[in-house]
């Protein structure tokens, strides 16, 4: 289904340019846009017109009521993204969908290197795992390394060249821009095709610009607003989004817990639907899957080498 903005009823070519100069290119972006939110960007649009023409949008891409029978099939119909390890894909029980997947761990632990691989297995046709599409890669720290790619995706059998050109890479400075790029990446996901959004990572930006507990409510309020608008992102645009997060040293802890947290607190442990743990020990590391509403807590081992994360026991 390929819908126009003038396939909506009222929506002639004026107002679908202006929606379109204000960053609302298509029935998609409406849909995923509150009311209020469309009327802002819009010049001369009323919030009760905009609350029509977003209600319109959803109907017409289906988003509504259906039986827990048609959303198992509507899911188990969605192809899934293989990590391209495959004990971790077994583990998930065909790889990564919609929704937020968090990688966590410390320094070291593999989460850059694993957001690089499926920047290639996210590439691969649906018979070998992949969702024939690009990536769209956040990077907060500077660490995104495209000279990665095609080692990795000479793994999986793709040319290392076109493995870059289907990566669609930027920087962000700030949480402002990190958050507007979150905004953006909508836009390169219907034109450019792009299939999985990673943010690498979600909260270091976070957490050196709001220090201390004095700016916890200012610094959550945020982080929430982004964790939300990319599961809005995940949800309409059937797009799959991994995001890295760190752990957190606990000074004083009780025995026997556990002396680290990830950061971000609740907000990115509820906010996120799959949580992945990247714990290193000498060569291997261990991927526990932490949280699921779907997945019993299991683990698996993996290794890092110049071709990406293999399974531990991979020749
Ligand atoms: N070309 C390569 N061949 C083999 N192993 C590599 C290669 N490049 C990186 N690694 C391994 O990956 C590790 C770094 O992993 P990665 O950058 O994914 O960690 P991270 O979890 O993202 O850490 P941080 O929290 O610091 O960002 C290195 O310590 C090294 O062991
Ligand atoms: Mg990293």
Known sequence: MNLKLEDLPGVGEATAQKLRKAGILSVEDLAALSAREIAQ??????????FSLAKEARRRLGIGIYT????????????????????????LRGGLEPGITELIGGYGTGKTQLC????VTVQLPPEKGGLSGKAFFIDTEHTF???????????????????????????AVN??????LVHEAAQYVKRENVKLIIIDSLT????????????LVARQQKLNALIHQ???????YGVVVVVTNQILDIPECFPGMKPSKPAGGNIVAHGC????????????????????PKHPRASTLVKLTEEGVVDADAS
């Open 273 to 292: 639907t799959f949580r992945l743990w990247l714990e290193r020990s000498k060569d291997l590391t261990k991927i526990t899957i932490l949280d699921s």
């Open 204 to 215: 270091a930006h976070f957490r050196s610009e709001f220090p201390g507990r004095e700016n």
């Open 230 to 236: 990319l599961i809005r992102l995940s949800m309409i």
């Open 116 to 119: 690089l691989q499926l920047c």
């Open 145 to 171: 390394s495209p000279d990665r790619i095609p080692a990795i995706a000479q793994r999986f059998e793709l040319d290392g060249d076109s493995a870059l050109e289907n990566v669609l890479a930027t920087y």
């Open 68 to 91: 827990a029978k048609q959303y198992l099939e509507k899911r188990r119909s969605q192809p899934k993204l293989s990590t391209g390890i495959r004990s971790l894909d077994e583990l």
């Open 41 to 50: 960007r819009v010049e001369g649009l009323s919030e009760d017109r905009a």
């Open 175 to 180: 949480t402002d821009h990190q958050m507007e």
